[in-house]
């Protein structure tokens, strides 16, 4: 009968130093939120510019994002809005009204943040698996920037 022995104190203490480094390096996650941020921002303007045939305008340059946050104990967030007054009825859409009368007919939504947000997930998952990997590679064997 063959026997077989598992060392697993090199995987905790490889958590350990992991964990200890996402303590320790909070603004290169920070950085990277906010430039995936500015990235799904630019992603929005032209789903925005595709889907309303608006080249410029308010609901264009509404569009912004926030500070990256802690929303969670380690779980971090930014978000990506449109501040324009008008962004809620070209999202969701609304009643027409001509010359303060009901016309009883709607206005579509049109979704341009709602598209945005489901198509960006697979550019960012590809980016934030680059940056894992390089940052692990950069803790352990600590080559240069990532």
Known sequence: MT???FNFS??????RQ????????PKEFDRFLSSAAGQ?????KKTTRTNTKKKTGNLLKGIGKGKPYE?????H??????RAHHAWLVEHGHR??????DTGKMAEGRHPMGIAATDFPDWFNDK???????????????????
Do not use: C, H
């Open 3 to 5: 026997a077989m022995e």
């Open 10 to 15: 090199q995987i905790t203490g490889y958590n």
């Open 18 to 25: 992991i964990l200890e480094g996402l303590r320790n390096s």
């Open 40 to 44: 799904m921002r630019t992603f929005a």
């Open 71 to 75: 929303y969670q104990p380690g779980d």
């Open 77 to 82: 967030q930014v978000r990506v809005y449109n």
């Open 96 to 101: 027409i009204i001509v010359n303060g009368k």
């Open 128 to 146: 934030a698996e680059k940056f894992v990997d390089r940052w692990i590679t950069r803790q352990f064997l600590g080559k240069g920037r990532y």
